[in-house]
């Protein structure tokens, strides 16, 4: 079992993925209830995302997990579904536009070794939820481990200056625990920094390839 309170890897920019696609889908009647609980950024929304923070959600539910969002008392960017939930294998939710900032750690909180110990982590960073009840009996999924690392792939295939992956433990002791001491956070790690699994798609690769042989074209809207 490892101590959640040092989950944290940094993400090398010359290893920064081309491509890495995402099975999302939003949760039901979830985006316009979003906005209600979460807040403008204060940086940039693309320039100004640093962090990816982990967190569990304690409970055994995707539901429970998203009436807090409803209920407007916090919010994270995605939701990891539980083995025993239908969606398990198939997609992650998304719970939280990520141009917003979700509320998923407390304001005062901070560390010196993510972006110099900056505070008001939430308007640098995107959250994500894995459904998991934090006790024994209760295995995170070789699912839910890949699933959330795909995650963080896409995010740091999108975002330039995103460089860190921590747990809420580690920038909250105090109140919080998760991911939890059961959490797999090396083996999270090695999937997020192995790019065997990345295939930038066929279309993608021959638009590409075109890019690079025909000459620019003048274009009509040059400002």
């Given amino acids: 079992m490892g101590d959640p309170t040092t989950y944290h890897f940094d993400l090398d920019p010359a290893l920064r993925p081309a491509h890495a696609s995402l099975e999302e889908r939003w949760w039901p009647g979830i985006r316009d209830v979003a906005l209600r609980a979460s807040s403008a950024r204060i940086y940039d929304p693309i320039l100004g995302v640093r962090a990816v923070v982990i967190h569990a ?11 807090v969002i409803f209920d407007g008392k916090a919010s994270f960017h ?3 579904p539980d083995e025993d939930e239908p969606q398990h294998g198939a997609f992650v939710w ?3 536009h990520e141009a917003r900032a979700a509320w998923h750690v407390r304001n005062s909180c901070s560390h ?4 110099g110990g900056r505070g008001r982590i939430n308007h640098w960073s995107l959250g994500i939820e894995v459904v998991n009840r934090q006790v024994r009996s209760d295995d995170f999924s070789d699912w839910q481990v890949e699933a959330t690392a795909q995650i963080v792939r896409y ?7 995103l460089s860190h992956v921590v747990s ?14 059961l959490f ?9 920094l192995d790019a065997r699994g990345d295939v930038v798609p066929e279309l993608v690769a021959e638009a590409a390839e075109l890019e690079a042989v025909m000459p620019s074209a003048p274009f009509c809207m040059v400002v």
């Fill in 57 to 67: 959600t304690a409970g055994g539910s995707s539901a429970g997990a998203a009436s």
């Fill in 78 to 80: 995605w939701l990891v």
């Fill in 94 to 96: 998304a719970t939280c």
């Fill in 112 to 115: 010196p070794a993510i972006w």
């Fill in 155 to 161: 995010a740091w295939a999108k975002y330039p200056n």
């Fill in 168 to 181: 809420h433990a580690m920038l909250d002791p105090v109140r919080r625990s998760d991911p939890g001491s």
């Fill in 184 to 192: 797999p956070w090396e083996r999270f790690r090695e999937v997020v």
